[in-house]
């Protein structure tokens, strides 16, 4: 019968540590989507690269800093459209709720932090939003509005169910 001292551990508790940890590992990058890719189009001289993530298998992001990488998260939402028109917001309809003043490709959710980049692949393909405004809170958290810089155009966009990225990174 074989002793241990209480100074080495036990050999199947190690292995059993060991394949806990790999399995562990192999599952996180098992489902990791991202991949980080360097190009560099230029000359060996010219010290200029440009920084792509791959998404999924087919899509490449240029990003500014490949250490942190973009993350997309896809959320299906219901996208209205909306203008500065006094019905449709409160007394200040050129002032977002974020404080800054209303531009194309202002959107108003209330689930996502101001701040947030998105885009809405299937209607606008790579235009990136930023969420800057807020809504009624009866819209709940699924729902986008899309500024509008006048009401008919808002009109005949009309309501569309779709799927947009959050671009996180």
Known sequence: METYTTDK??????????????TIAVFVL???????????????????????????ENSLIAVSNPADPVRIKKVKVLIT??????????????????????????VANNMLPFGTRIRIPELYGDKIFIVEDRMNPRKGHYNIDIWFEDYYQAKEFGAKTTYIEILES
Request: one cysteine or more; proline letters at 4%.
């Open 9 to 22: 551990e036990d050999p199947h508790l190690c292995i059993k540590k060991f394949f806990a940890i790999t």
């Open 81 to 106: 459209g909306y203008s500065s028109t006094t019905w449709q917001t409160d007394d200040t309809p050129f002032i977002t709720a974020s404080g800054k003043y209303v531009e194309d490709g202002i």
């Open 30 to 56: 098992g489902t990791m989507q991202l991949e980080i890719v360097r190009a560099n189009p230029f000359s060996e001289n010219d010290l200029k690269q440009i920084s792509l993530v791959s998404v999924g």
